[in-house]
C-alpha cells in the first residue's frame, strides 16, 4: 500500500489549469475588448504609415523637380531683356500713322535702284488691293441693304432661325398634308384575330 500512497501524492499536487471555455462573460468581453483596441491601433498605425510613404514620395518628387529646374538653368542660354525705349523714340500722335522702323529699313536710300523699284511697285500692288477690298465691302453693304432675302446663307454666319422660320412657314401656307389613313380609323384598335 505503501506504493499506491506515493503515486497519488505526487498527482494531488500537480498545478491545474483552468479550462479556456468555462470563463466567465466579464472575462470574455474584455479580451474581446482587447482585441478591437489592438486591431484599432493597426489600423491607425498603416494609415500613419501610408500617409507618411506618400509624404516621402511628395518630397522626394520636389527636390528631383528642383534639382532638375536647376540644371536646366544653368545649361539654358542666359536671356537678354530688350532695352528700355526712351520717350523721345517713341512715336507721337500727330495725325499721321506712326512709322515703325520696319518700314525705315525699307526706304529707298538704304536700298540699290532696281530694289527701291520693286518695294515701291509692292507698296503700290498692296494699297490698290485694299482699297478694292474696301470698295467690295462697301457694294455687299448696299446690296445687302437693299436686298435683305437675298442675303447668302454663309453671309448669316451659320443662324439657322432663317432655315427654321421658311420651313415653318411653308407648312403653314401648305396646311397639313392629308394621309391616306382617316383619323378615326387609325387610332382605332385592331380587334380582327389572324
Not at 184 to 193: L, R, S, W
Given at each position: 500500500m505503501?506504493?499506491?500512497?506515493?503515486?497519488?501524492?505526487?498527482?494531488?499536487?500537480?498545478?491545474?489549469?483552468p479550462?479556456?471555455?468555462?470563463?466567465?462573460r466579464?472575462a470574455?468581453?474584455?479580451?474581446?475588448?482587447?482585441?478591437?483596441?489592438?486591431?484599432?491601433?493597426?489600423?491607425r498605425?498603416?494609415?500613419?504609415?501610408?500617409?507618411?510613404?506618400?509624404?516621402?514620395?511628395?518630397?522626394?518628387?520636389?527636390?528631383?523637380?528642383?534639382?532638375?529646374?536647376?540644371?536646366?538653368a544653368?545649361?539654358?542660354?542666359?536671356?537678354?531683356?530688350?532695352?528700355e525705349?526712351?520717350?523721345?523714340?517713341?512715336?507721337?500722335?500727330?495725325?499721321?500713322?506712326?512709322?515703325?522702323?520696319?518700314?525705315?529699313?525699307?526706304?529707298?536710300s538704304?536700298?540699290?535702284?532696281?530694289d527701291?523699284?520693286?518695294?515701291?511697285?509692292?507698296r503700290r500692288?498692296?494699297?490698290?488691293?485694299?482699297?478694292?477690298?474696301?470698295?467690295?465691302?462697301?457694294t455687299?453693304?448696299?446690296?445687302?441693304?437693299?436686298?435683305?432675302?437675298?442675303?447668302?446663307?454663309s453671309?448669316?454666319?451659320?443662324?439657322?432661325?432663317?432655315?427654321?422660320?421658311?420651313m415653318?412657314?411653308?407648312?403653314?401656307?401648305?396646311?397639313?398634308?392629308?394621309?391616306?389613313?382617316?383619323?378615326?380609323?387609325?387610332?382605332?384598335?385592331?380587334?380582327?384575330?389572324?
Open positions: 505503501s506504493d499506491v500512497s506515493k503515486s497519488q501524492n505526487p498527482f494531488s499536487r500537480r498545478p491545474v489549469k479550462n479556456p471555455l468555462l470563463r466567465s466579464g470574455i468581453s474584455d479580451q474581446r475588448r482587447e482585441l478591437f483596441h489592438k486591431k484599432n491601433q493597426e489600423n498605425d498603416n494609415h500613419r504609415w501610408a500617409a507618411r510613404g506618400d509624404q516621402i514620395l511628395r518630397l522626394d518628387y520636389i527636390s528631383e523637380r528642383r534639382k532638375w529646374e536647376a540644371q536646366l544653368e545649361t539654358a542660354p542666359p536671356v537678354e531683356e530688350p532695352p525705349e526712351e520717350e523721345a523714340d517713341l512715336p507721337t500722335c500727330s495725325g499721321q500713322p506712326p512709322i515703325f522702323e520696319s518700314q525705315t529699313a525699307l526706304d529707298s538704304h536700298l540699290s535702284s532696281e527701291a523699284r520693286e518695294v515701291d511697285e509692292f500692288q498692296e494699297e490698290e488691293d485694299l482699297e478694292a477690298l474696301i470698295a467690295l465691302m462697301e455687299r453693304k448696299e446690296e445687302e441693304q437693299q436686298h435683305p432675302a437675298k442675303a447668302q446663307p453671309e448669316r454666319y451659320g443662324s439657322d432661325d432663317d432655315d427654321y422660320d421658311g415653318f412657314l411653308s407648312l403653314i401656307t401648305d396646311g397639313p398634308k392629308q394621309t391616306k389613313y382617316n383619323t378615326v380609323e387609325a387610332e382605332a384598335m385592331d380587334t380582327g384575330n389572324d
